[in-house]
DNA sequence: GCATTAAGAGACATTGCGTTTCTTACTGTC
DNA sequence: GACAGTAAGAAACGCAATGTCTCTTAATGC
C-alpha cells in the first residue's frame, strides 16, 4: 500500500500498480541479478504483496520476462543514420550497449524453461527485440547510398554483428568495451560485405 | 550406500566415491536440465546423502561446475585432420556437438553467479575448454599445407566458427545443424580468411 | 585391537515459490 | 448515500530445496 501526497494510506489500482510492480522488478533485475531476484522483494518493493504479483503474472518467469519486456521494449531500436554503412553499424551496437542489452541477454538465457513451454527460442526473442529488422534497415540505407548492391548480404551475415555482439556481452557480462566493437564491423562484418564485391 | 558383488551393504571412499557423485549429478544435469537439478536427486541417484556432497563441493553451483569438468573436460578437443581447412574446421564443430556443448554452453551461462565470486568470466572457461588451442591447431596445419600463411588470421577470426557454434547453441537449446555449421564455415570463416590474401 | 577419518542417515532451520482466505478500499451505478 | 462488484493488501499455509549439524558406524592403517 503506498502513501499519497497527503501521507494517507492508498491503494493503486490498474495501470499505475502494473508500472510499479514491472519498475521494482527490473530494480531487483539491475541491482542483483537474477540468482538473486525473488518475488518477496519485488512485492516489498513495491509496497504490496505477493499474491498481488501472481495475479498477474503466472510465475517468476513471467514477470521477470514482463519487467525485460517493458522496461527495454519500447520498440526495436531505432536505426542510426550517421551517413556510412560502417559507422551505422558501430552506433547501432553502441545504442545496444546503452540498452543495457548485456543485461537481458543474460536474463534471456534463464527464460529457457519459460520458452520451451511456450514453443519459442530464445533467438525468437532476442530477433524480437533489437535484432532483425534494423539491421536490415541499415543495409537498406547502405543500399539506397550504393555502399551495397541489392541481395549482396546474406542473412547470417546481416545479422552477424548482433550476434557477435550478444555473444561477446554474454562471455564477459559487461558492456562490449568499443574497440571490440570496432573490431567486429572493421575486420569481420566490413570484410564479408565487401569481399563478395 | 551402494552394495558390493555380493549384495552386502558396503561403504564407497575416495575416488571411487567422488565419480560415483560426478556421474549422478552429470546424468541429471543431461536428463533434466539446470532448472530441475536438486542436491537431493543426485544424492539419492549416488546412494548417498547430502552431506556427503556438501563434503567435497560447498554449494551447488560448485557441483555443477565438478560435474560439467569431469564429464566433457577431459582435456580440450582433439583437433581433427581431414586433409583441408575446410574439413577440419566442420569435423571439428561436429565433434563440438557430440561431446553436448549445447549443454554445456547452456550451463555455463547459469555459473554466472559463481564466476562472478571467482573473478573469471564465462569466456575464461568456455576457452579453456574446446576453443582456442585446438582451432590454433587446426590452423598451424592448414599452414603446413600451405593453405593459409603464417600470421594471416587474427584471433578474433581464427576464433570464429567456434564462437558462433556457441551462440547458436546457446540461441536453439539445440545441438547445431549440419547446414548451419556449413553456413559458418563456407560463408564467414572462409571467405575472412581467404578474403585477406 | 585401537585411533582416526569419512560415509551415511536423520533431523533441523531457513528461504522462496506458489496458494488461499479474509478484509477492505475503490469505482460505478442507482 | 447505499449497494454491488472488483481488486488491493495482509496474513497464513504448504511444499520443496538448500545448507547445516549431530550421531553412528564402516573402513583404513598402524
Chains 1, 2 share one sequence.
Do not use: C
Not at 541481395?151 to 555473444?167: E, K, M, N, T, W
Not at 572493421?186 to 560485405?193: E, K, W
Amino acid at each position: 500500500m503506498s502513501l499519497n501526497a497527503d501521507g494517507v494510506a492508498r491503494r493503486r489500482r490498474g495501470k499505475e500498480l502494473e508500472n510499479a510492480l514491472l519498475d521494482a522488478a527490473w530494480a531487483e533485475l539491475t541491482e542483483r541479478g537474477y540468482d538473486e531476484f525473488a518475488i518477496d522483494r519485488v512485492a516489498t518493493r513495491a509496497g504490496t504483496s505477493r499474491a498481488v504479483l501472481y495475479r498477474r503474472w503466472p510465475s517468476k518467469q513471467d514477470l521477470v520476462r514482463a519487467a525485460v519486456e517493458h522496461n527495454t521494449g519500447e520498440g526495436p531500436a531505432t536505426a542510426p543514420d550517421t551517413g556510412s554503412l560502417r559507422g551505422d553499424v558501430v552506433a547501432l551496437l553502441r545504442q545496444t550497449n546503452e540498452r543495457r542489452q548485456a543485461l537481458v541477454t543474460v536474463l534471456m538465457t534463464r527464460l529457457d524453461g519459460f520458452y520451451r513451454a511456450s514453443g519459442t527460442t530464445l533467438a525468437d526473442l532476442a530477433e524480437a527485440g533489437s535484432g532483425d529488422s534494423v539491421m536490415r534497415e541499415v543495409l537498406d540505407r547502405a543500399i539506397e547510398r550504393g555502399e551495397v548492391e541489392p541481395g549482396q548480404v546474406s542473412d547470417r551475415i546481416a545479422q552477424l554483428p548482433v550476434h557477435l555482439f550478444r555473444y561477446e556481452a554474454l562471455m564477459t557480462l559487461q558492456p562490449v568495451p568499443d574497440p571490440v566493437i570496432e573490431e567486429i564491423v572493421d575486420t569481420i562484418f566490413l570484410p564479408l560485405v565487401y569481399g563478395n564485391r
